[in-house]
Nanobody
Framework: QVQLVESGGGLVQAGGSLRLSCAAS????????MGWFRQAPGKEREFVSA?????????YYADSVKGRFTISRDNAKNTVSLQMNSLKPEDTAVYYC???????????????WGQGTQVTVSS
């Protein structure tokens, strides 16, 4: 069982930055792919970024955030962060942290989810 708690959301102007953090419980944190997803009003939850360290480190980003967002893991502290720069109004959404036992960017394959944190980018 893994419990995830996000923090760091808020209101920011376009062009600004925010850093989201996700704290995970459990002793097998290193064995999980950690992902970030987001859901805007009236839209489906979509993949943002993912990172793993087992069998070789790997990160992956959605095209919409590539070059602006950076995912990082602190395995000693069981946390994963999402640094978001050059934010745009279209980045406005509830952001969710999630954990999967395989390397995947597919929402359906993530087993554990946080409660979400709101990010609002004003124009």
């Amino acid at each position: 069982q893994v419990q995830l708690v996000e923090s760091g959301g808020g209101l920011v102007q376009a062009g600004g930055s925010l850093r989201l953090s996700c704290a995970a419980s459990g002793r097998t944190f290193n064995r999980y792919t950690m992902g970030w997803f987001r859901q805007a009003p009236g839209k489906e939850r979509e993949f943002v970024s993912a990172a793993k360290i087992w069998s070789g480190s790997r990160t992956y980003y959605a095209d919409s955030v590539k070059g602006r967002f950076t995912i990082s893991r602190d395995n000693a502290k069981n946390t994963v962060s999402l640094q978001m720069n050059s934010l745009k109004p279209e980045d406005t959404a509830v952001y969710y942290c999630a954990a999967a036992g395989v390397w995947t960017i597919q929402r359906e394959e993530y087993e554990y989810w946080g409660q979400g944190t709101q990010v609002t980018v004003s124009s």
